[in-house]
């Protein structure tokens, strides 16, 4: 099971709306099963889940503490992608979400305090050693302002190519428990999203890959060393 962890200090960059989304646009894709864990006290996450109709992404409760031996369940369980919110600030806790992760998805409104925070997101996440990826959000249409953020976001890591706009749309399908998958799938909001796990999808891909060549090689010399 891949577990993707939603990561970013600066409040309202749109974690919660991107793990509902990401979780959504996952089980259409056919990469589901998919499971939701909201580890923001604040649990908008789960209420949002509370009120949605659709039996998919399934909500799996739990605490931090808990968190490792909960993924390995839901893994045994059978899903194959666990989401993972967590609360906008930079903690002990937080740190330990990370450490679960296949990959962290930062989160970055394009504005320069955004920009100016991200920063000890990217150390706290580059401490426990796990691959990450920016994705601009809440940006308005032909403004400079994106473009300078995602230059300077290519800085430190990658990039997604599929930007995250500023739209009504996100809000209000969120009011009722959907995604802008479910209330307009061939809007421009729902082809940003479906772009969007196509590349969480193939970045997901790519570190399991390496780790299966890392393990290979680790193995590979162990004969030898038998040998």
């Given at each position: 099971?891949?577990?993707?962890?939603?990561?970013?200090?600066?409040?309202?960059?749109g974690?919660?709306?991107?793990?509902a989304?990401?979780?959504?646009?996952?089980?259409?894709?056919?990469?589901g099963?998919?499971?939701?864990?909201?580890?923001?006290p604040?649990?908008?996450?789960?209420?949002?889940?509370?009120?949605?109709?659709a039996?998919?992404?399934?909500?799996?409760p739990?605490?931090?503490?808990?968190?490792?031996?909960?993924?390995?369940?839901?893994?045994q369980?059978?899903?194959?992608l666990?989401?993972?919110d967590?609360?906008?600030?930079?903690?002990?806790?937080?740190?330990?979400?990370?450490?679960?992760?296949?990959l962290?998805?930062?989160p970055?409104?394009p504005?320069?305090?955004?920009?100016?925070?991200?920063g000890?997101?990217?150390?706290?996440v580059?401490?426990?050693?796990?691959?990450?990826?920016?994705?601009?959000?809440?940006?308005?249409?032909?403004?400079?302002?994106?473009?300078?953020?995602v230059?300077?976001?290519?800085?430190?890591?990658?990039?997604?190519?599929?930007?995250v706009?500023?739209?009504?749309?996100?809000?209000?399908?969120m009011?009722?428990?959907?995604?802008?998958?479910?209330?307009?799938?061939?809007?421009?909001?729902a082809?940003?999203?479906?772009e969007?796990?196509?590349?969480?999808?193939?970045?997901?891909?790519?570190?399991?890959?390496?780790?299966?060549?890392?393990?290979?090689?680790?193995?590979?010399?162990?004969?030898?060393?038998?040998?």
């Amino acid at each position: 099971m891949h577990v993707i962890v939603l990561a970013s200090q600066k409040g309202g960059a749109g974690k919660t709306t991107l793990a509902a989304h990401i979780a959504v646009a996952a089980e259409m894709a056919g990469d589901g099963p998919t499971v939701l864990i909201d580890t923001d006290p604040q649990g908008s996450l789960s209420a949002w889940w509370n009120v949605r109709e659709a039996q998919t992404p399934a909500l799996a409760p739990t605490s931090v503490a808990d968190l490792p031996a909960k993924l390995l369940g839901l893994s045994q369980a059978g899903y194959r992608l666990a989401v993972v919110d967590t609360p906008p600030a930079i903690t002990d806790a937080i740190g330990a979400v990370v450490k679960s992760a296949d990959l962290v998805l930062i989160p970055t409104r394009p504005s320069p305090h955004d920009l100016r925070a991200v920063g000890s997101t990217v150390d706290l996440v580059q401490a426990a050693r796990k691959p990450f990826v920016f994705a601009v959000t809440q940006a308005k249409p032909n403004a400079r302002l994106t473009i300078q953020a995602v230059t300077a976001l290519s800085e430190h890591g990658a990039v997604a190519p599929a930007i995250v706009h500023d739209r009504v749309d996100y809000a209000g399908s969120m009011i009722d428990g959907r995604t802008v998958l479910e209330t307009d799938r061939k809007g421009r909001s729902a082809t940003e999203m479906i772009e969007l796990w196509r590349f969480v999808k193939a970045r997901l891909t790519k570190g399991t890959k390496a780790r299966v060549r890392g393990k290979e090689l680790n193995e590979q010399k162990a004969r030898l060393a038998v040998g």
